[in-house]
């Protein structure tokens, strides 16, 4: 028996400033998620805390702050809130490893398998964003988080859109894509940067450069949600219970990610 990672990455490649991931079955017939870096690979686990870990008996440290504030134990250690960053950690490495799996499946066509990643790695983005939130209670200078928390509102939106554009979605996409940039947009804002920066950051322009992109692809000069403010604007009540009529059949057939897509 060789301890050599070498032998688990021989036919992995990772080019450097780039990420691999990969989800394999592990000897207890449990899934597992690999992600491939520069010097090695992390493995995690693909549902509950990465380390496969509870936290004082609960399915993790967010969920046992939370639960001792909520009963008013004022008291909680450095410990605790130490764990809290570490939990973030993982996740944020977790849904890294999501996006990049996701990725291949699309690559290969396999745009179930994308959907369920993306899926997942939304989740996981979810969770370290309200873990920030709770952290910030502690201690809530923004400084704190000058990088994390603007990179997860923008890989939410990108990912968001992203399984938009899967599904078929595309006005969603593009009103995902939008709104994700004005969202971005006012957490900079909030965290001190000046117009010209919000309008030269990498983040902002991707998800502006998107919608705009869709929507030349696809001849998209307003969505139906566009549409329908506009003829509420323009008291055209017929115009607008239509559009509303079209958008419930929008909403009825749209697929779902617990069921295969039909062949």
């Given at each position: 028996m060789t301890?050599?990672?070498?032998?688990?990455?021989?036919?992995w490649d990772c080019p450097p400033g780039?990420?691999?991931?990969?989800?394999?079955?592990?000897r207890d017939g449990q899934e597992l998620l690999q992600l491939r870096v520069d010097l090695g690979v992390m493995q995690m686990f693909t549902e509950g805390r990465p380390d496969g870990e509870r936290y004082h008996g609960l399915p993790s440290a967010r969920a046992y702050i939370e639960h001792e504030l909520c009963v008013g134990n004022e008291g909680l250690g450095a410990a605790e809130w130490q764990e809290l960053e570490r939990e973030l950690l993982q996740l944020n490495y977790r849904r890294m490893a999501f996006a990049a799996v996701a990725d291949t499946a699309l690559e290969a066509g396999q745009e179930q398998d994308a959907r369920r990643h993306i899926e997942r790695a939304v989740r996981d983005i979810e969770d370290?964003?309200?873990?920030?939130?709770?952290?910030?209670?502690q201690n809530p200078k923004p400084e704190e988080y000058p990088?994390?928390?603007?990179t997860l509102v923008f890989d939410r939106s990108r990912l968001a859109a992203q399984l938009h554009i899967v599904e078929g979605r595309f006005e969603e996409s593009i009103e995902q894509s939008e709104a994700g940039a004005e969202s971005l947009d006012k957490l900079l804002t909030e965290l001190?940067?000046?117009e010209e920066q919000r309008t030269d950051d990498p983040g902002v322009r991707y998800l502006r450069g998107l919608g705009k992109q869709l929507r030349r692809e696809y001849g998209i000069a307003r969505t139906l949600h566009e549409q329908l403010l506009e003829a509420i604007e323009n008291e055209d009540f017929e115009g607008a219970a239509e559009i509303r009529d079209e958008l419930r059949k929008r909403q009825r057939h749209l697929p779902c990610l617990d069921e295969p897509a039909a062949e």
């Amino acid at each position: 028996m060789t301890l050599d990672l070498d032998e688990l990455t021989a036919e992995w490649d990772c080019p450097p400033g780039e990420l691999r991931g990969r989800v394999v079955i592990g000897r207890d017939g449990q899934e597992l998620l690999q992600l491939r870096v520069d010097l090695g690979v992390m493995q995690m686990f693909t549902e509950g805390r990465p380390d496969g870990e509870r936290y004082h008996g609960l399915p993790s440290a967010r969920a046992y702050i939370e639960h001792e504030l909520c009963v008013g134990n004022e008291g909680l250690g450095a410990a605790e809130w130490q764990e809290l960053e570490r939990e973030l950690l993982q996740l944020n490495y977790r849904r890294m490893a999501f996006a990049a799996v996701a990725d291949t499946a699309l690559e290969a066509g396999q745009e179930q398998d994308a959907r369920r990643h993306i899926e997942r790695a939304v989740r996981d983005i979810e969770d370290c964003l309200a873990g920030l939130e709770l952290m910030k209670q502690q201690n809530p200078k923004p400084e704190e988080y000058p990088l994390l928390e603007p990179t997860l509102v923008f890989d939410r939106s990108r990912l968001a859109a992203q399984l938009h554009i899967v599904e078929g979605r595309f006005e969603e996409s593009i009103e995902q894509s939008e709104a994700g940039a004005e969202s971005l947009d006012k957490l900079l804002t909030e965290l001190g940067y000046d117009e010209e920066q919000r309008t030269d950051d990498p983040g902002v322009r991707y998800l502006r450069g998107l919608g705009k992109q869709l929507r030349r692809e696809y001849g998209i000069a307003r969505t139906l949600h566009e549409q329908l403010l506009e003829a509420i604007e323009n008291e055209d009540f017929e115009g607008a219970a239509e559009i509303r009529d079209e958008l419930r059949k929008r909403q009825r057939h749209l697929p779902c990610l617990d069921e295969p897509a039909a062949e």
